[in-house]
């Protein structure tokens, strides 16, 4: 059984593990079980694309998971690899970095959670380099997707470039906040 450490990982991981027809568009029901000592999250659901019914179960951490968009503690996830965070990381700001070049200062909050979300993605992939190491080793690339990333760009892997990654992602966040803050602000 899967173990995630978040709903957050939860749904990232449906995300990423389209129905065979090739959708990822499915209506998720959740439910809560109690299975011995875990708890499960079940999600069910039918593919609005070809009908097929789609059914993800995870073990839930025993950690109390932090808040969204955070994808868990310290430790790296064990169904999500540093390949498939990485996809997400850089397609999202990316996405985001050209939105933002669009949007009028005054309606940039409206894209922080996006930014914020590729931020996560980022601090997850910092989680799989072991301490003492510059790098994300080979061998934590465990699904095709992020092992392709890998082979073709391994040098994005790198301490020093994620954390390069995230600084510009977190002063991102800086800006929005400073030139756009949430209507709801004080």
Excluded: W
Aim: with cysteine; hydrophobic share 35%.
């Amino acid at each position: 059984m899967l173990t995630a450490r978040s709903s957050s990982e939860a749904h990232l991981y449906m995300d990423l593990h389209p129905c065979t027809c090739g959708s990822g568009d499915f209506e998720r029901r959740h439910r809560l079980e109690q299975h011995g000592n875990d708890l499960v999250a079940v999600y069910e659901g039918v593919c609005r694309q070809c009908g097929e019914n789609r059914r993800f179960v995870f073990r839930m951490a025993e950690e109390i998971p932090p808040p969204p968009p955070a994808f868990g503690g310290p430790e790296p996830s064990q169904i999500i690899d540093p390949g498939e965070f990485a996809e997400v990381a850089f397609r999202i700001s990316e996405s985001a970095g050209v939105q933002l070049l669009n949007t009028p200062e005054s309606e940039q909050h409206k894209l922080r959670g996006a930014v914020a979300y590729s931020v996560a993605a980022f601090e997850e992939i910092l989680k799989f380099i072991p301490p003492g190491q510059d790098a994300v080793p080979a061998e934590a690339f465990t699904s095709e997707r992020g092992r392709a990333r890998y082979q073709r760009e391994p040098g994005k892997f790198a301490r020093r470039r994620l954390e390069m990654n995230v600084r510009l992602a977190r002063g991102v966040l800086d800006d929005i906040d400073e030139v756009s803050p949430p209507r709801d602000a004080p």
